[in-house]
């Protein structure tokens, strides 16, 4: 496997440029936060990342998130976990995605596209079966994500709505605001920069977000040569990409 560090990419309106390297692996789902890294690969398998290489972690996902809140996954029967004291603890609620990017939030869909979040004392606290308690988000959404002052959605037909007024204490938040382009998913990075996906598998970064325009102003492509990807992190500096093939890129 080719391993060697090439210049991927150049953004030249953003005077923007990443050196990227393949990574060992090959993965399904990646996520990244606070500086650590999971992924899970094609058969369910979970992995973090320890140094340059992929440690196994017990268990069998279908998708794996880390944040403020701990390390979370949904089973591939909806069955929701967090790692508690080393171990998979079973948690309420049946998800099909879940997102701990936010500020100290969780939020997730299910297979019905119905989009659920739990406030800061409710995720944090939530060991066991009986919790967290969750609220519902008015929409219907095929993957939520969250950082440190907003949350995105993609819906079933691919269409992109910023969360605004998401806050630790009230994480449904108080309305959508519907963003152009047509994604697979959106993610949010731990610095708040967000980043999607579309159905061509092509990577695009929105540009212009700020206080008093959250949705940002418009989405700039990411060029890469021959290349087409399933999912994006990014956390630190560091961009995280799983090709459609399970190929694992690290940009900086």
């Known amino acids: 496997m080719r391993l060697g560090v090439f210049l991927l990419f150049l953004v030249p309106v953003c005077s923007w440029a990443l050196i990227c390297r393949q990574v060992r692996g090959r993965m399904k789902q990646i996520d990244a936060s606070n500086g ?26 279908r998708h794996v998130t880390v944040g403020a809140t701990g390390v979370w996954g949904a089973g591939r029967d909806q069955v929701l976990y967090r790692q508690v004291d080393g171990s998979w603890a079973i948690l309420a609620g049946e998800l099909t995605q879940v997102d ?8 997730g869909v299910d297979r019905r596209n119905d989009v659920f979040c739990s406030n800061k004392m409710a995720a944090v606290s939530a ?9 519902v988000i008015r929409g219907k959404m095929k993957y939520y994500s969250c950082g440190p002052r907003t949350c995105w959605g993609v819906n079933p037909a691919g269409q992109v709505f910023c969360r605004l007024n998401v806050r630790p204490m009230s994480c449904t938040g108080t309305h959508w605001r519907k963003v152009g382009g047509r994604f697979l998913m959106v993610e949010v990075g731990t610095d708040g920069a967000v980043y999607g996906i579309d159905r061509r ?15 940002g102003r418009r989405w700039v492509k990411v060029h890469f040569l021959r290349r087409s990807f399933r999912h994006v992190s990014v956390d630190l500096g560091i961009m995280w990409l799983v090709e459609r093939n399970g190929n694992i890129l690290r940009c900086r």
């Open 127 to 135: 060991a066991n079966h009986n919790s967290p308690r969750y609220k």
């Open 36 to 61: 650590q890294v999971y992924a899970v690969d094609f058969t369910g398998n979970v992995f973090t990342r320890r140094s340059d290489s992929w440690a196994r972690v017990p268990g069998n996902l």
């Open 100 to 107: 701990a990017g936010g500020d100290q939030i969780l939020v």
């Open 201 to 215: 598998g092509r990577v695009f970064r929105r540009i212009g977000i700020c206080h008093c325009k959250p949705e």
